[in-house]
C-alpha cells in the first residue's frame, strides 16, 4: 500500500531547529502498522527568505526539495505563507497528483487556515513545529497529528571493528546493542536501523517483524538483511532479545511479533 505524502517547509520559523534527516525519519516512524506501507513524497517544498534557505541549502537539495524565495515585503514579514498555502490548495484542486497526506513544517499559525481547509476536504494534516507549540489551541484543532522537532538523537559509538563500544551512551534502558564475534559494516547498519525503529515503538502495544523490517528499508532504500551475517529478520530480533530489549512470539498466522517492549 502507497501513501502519498507533500512536505512543506516554513524555513523562516524553523532554519535554525530543524534537522532534515531526523524530520524525514519521523514522518516514517511515526506511525506503528500492522500492514507495510510505502511512503512516497510526492511534493517537498522548501519556501523562506535568503538568510533562512543559506542555513538548510545543503540538506534540502540532498533530499530533492523544490527552494522558493519569499523575500520580505514589509518589515520583517514574508510571504512564505501565503505561498506555501497556496501550492497546498493547486495540489488539493488539481489532485496532480493526488496526496493523503499534507505535512507542515512551522511555527506560524497562520497555516492553520490551509490546515483547516485540507482537513474539510478530507485530507490528513499533520504538523511538525517546535517544543511548546504543540499545545497552542489553535493547532490542535486544525491537525491530526503534531510532531515535536527533536533535538539531534546520537547512537552508541561503535568501536573500528563495527562493535559498540562498552562505555558508548545507551539509547533506552541502559541496554547496549547486542554484540558478535565478527560483525560487517552491513551488519552494523542493519543493528542501527533496527534500533532507531524500536525506540519509536508503543510499548504497550504488539508489533509485527515485518512491519519493522519495512520501515528499516524506507528508513534506507539500499537496505537488504540478506546481504548481513543475519541473513533473516528473525535472526537479528533473537540477538535483540537476548539482551532484554523484548520479548517474541508467533501471532495465528505465524508470523512473527514483538511485545514487551521496555518504555523509555
Known sequence: MKKFIAVYIDLE??????????????IILEESKVDPEEYIFAVKFACGHTHSITKLRDQLIDYNFEIREAPHVTGKKNRADLIISLDAFEKLYLEKPSIDR????????D????MDLLRKYGKEVWLITQEGDEQRPIFRNCTDNIIVIPRKKTLPQMDKAGSVKQDAAPIKNNI???EKNIETAKDKIAKELF????????PSEKHLLNGIANKMRQLDKSFKIRNTSYKKMTT?????????????????????MIQDLEAE
Do not use: C, Y
Open 176 to 178: 547496549q546493542i547486542p
Open 102 to 109: 499534507f505535512v507542515f513544517v512551522t511555527r506560524d499559525s
Open 195 to 202: 534500533m532507531k525503529v524500536l525506540v519509536r515503538l508503543e
Open 13 to 26: 520559523n524553523v532554519a535554525g531547529i530543524l534537522d532534515l534527516d531526523v524530520m524525514i525519519q519521523d
Open 236 to 256: 537479528l530480533a533473537k540477538e535483540f532479545e537476548k539482551k532484554g530489549w523484548f520479548k517474541t512470539r508467533k501471532n495465528k498466522d505465524g508470523h512473527l
Open 111 to 114: 497555516f492553520s487556515v490551509i
